[in-house]
């Protein structure tokens, strides 16, 4: 089989799309839980998916002026290694993405900001889990104190965009939302992907859809 145009593909998602029939909890923990469901596949037959539900995140991308950035330093122990990220958080239940953004940037890094622009969604682990994370930027930055949660420890710099860059070049940052963090703002900067600033409390502010995890509604639970 030779590939298709994409213009040439079905219009409808009906013959890859999976259908779930049954659930079972293999694990739930304070933070993620992880699930295994029987599914239907397109042809009919049956498969077994296991993966992760997790409620979500957001991700701050804040511009200082001179294309300086405000970035994070921790230690990340499933990978047992110190990551260089941008600053982000997980969405705690019923919390608004925008309020989650702004609590997690002063939080972590003591910086508040006058103006924040939504830029998309982004789904770091297809395969295996439900998390999406919600980019943001913000720019117009003042510093006040930071208020570490307990047991949390890092490092806040300041890193040029042509350092970030270059790092990502040479695979010395590694982590998948800061590299895509890193798209958007090149491709912003360049004019090619325009950002629609608003104020912090503003009203218009875009909120976004939450994630698209597999409906559990009609399935019977294990």
Same mark, same amino acid.
């Given at each position: 089989?030779?590939?298709?145009?994409?213009?040439?593909?079905?219009?409808?998602?009906?013959?890859?799309?999976?259908?779930?029939?049954?659930?079972?909890?293999?694990?739930?923990? #304070?933070? *993620? /839980?992880?699930?295994?469901?029987?599914?239907?596949?397109?042809?009919?037959?049956?498969? +077994?998916?296991?993966? =992760? &539900?997790?409620?979500?995140?957001?991700?701050?991308?804040?511009?200082?002026?001179?294309?300086?950035?405000?970035?994070?330093?921790?230690?990340?122990?499933?990978?047992?290694?110190?990551?260089?990220?941008?600053?982000?958080?997980?969405?705690?239940?019923?919390?608004?993405?925008?309020?989650?953004?702004? #609590?997690? *940037? /002063?939080?972590?890094?003591?910086?508040?900001?006058?103006?924040?622009?939504?830029?998309? +969604?982004?789904?770091? =682990? &297809?395969?295996?889990?439900?998390?999406?994370?919600?980019?943001?930027?913000?720019?117009?930055?003042?510093?006040?104190?930071?208020?570490?949660?307990?047991?949390?420890?890092?490092?806040?710099?300041?890193?040029?965009?042509?350092?970030?860059?270059?790092?990502?070049?040479?695979?010395?940052?590694?982590?998948?939302?800061?590299?895509?963090?890193?798209?958007?703002?090149?491709?912003?900067?360049?004019?090619?992907?325009?950002?629609?600033?608003?104020?912090?409390?503003?009203?218009?502010?875009?909120?976004?859809?939450?994630?698209?995890?597999?409906?559990?509604?009609?399935?019977?639970?294990?």
């Amino acid at each position: 089989m030779s590939e298709s145009s994409f213009s040439l593909l079905p219009t409808s998602d009906a013959g890859l799309t999976e259908r779930g029939v049954a659930r079972s909890t293999l694990f739930h923990g #304070r933070m *993620l /839980q992880a699930v295994k469901d029987e599914v239907v596949l397109p042809d009919g037959s049956s498969a +077994v998916r296991e993966f =992760v &539900i997790h409620s979500g995140a957001v991700m701050i991308i804040p511009l200082l002026p001179d294309h300086q950035l405000v970035m994070e330093r921790q230690y990340r122990y499933p990978v047992g290694q110190v990551m260089l990220e941008f600053p982000a958080g997980k969405l705690d239940p019923g919390e608004a993405s925008l309020v989650c953004a702004q #609590r997690e *940037l /002063q939080e972590e890094t003591g910086y508040t900001a006058v103006e924040w622009a939504f830029a998309g +969604v982004l789904h770091p =682990v &297809i395969s295996y889990s439900t998390e999406h994370i919600d980019v943001w930027f913000a720019r117009c930055l003042t510093l006040g104190a930071r208020h570490l949660d307990e047991g949390e420890f890092l490092d806040v710099c300041s890193v040029t965009v042509d350092q970030l860059a270059t790092w990502a070049m040479q695979g010395t940052v590694t982590d998948a939302k800061t590299l895509v963090g890193l798209l958007w703002l090149q491709n912003h900067l360049s004019g090619a992907w325009p950002l629609n600033w608003l104020p912090a409390d503003s009203p218009q502010h875009v909120v976004p859809a939450g994630p698209r995890s597999p409906s559990v509604s009609s399935m019977p639970s294990k």
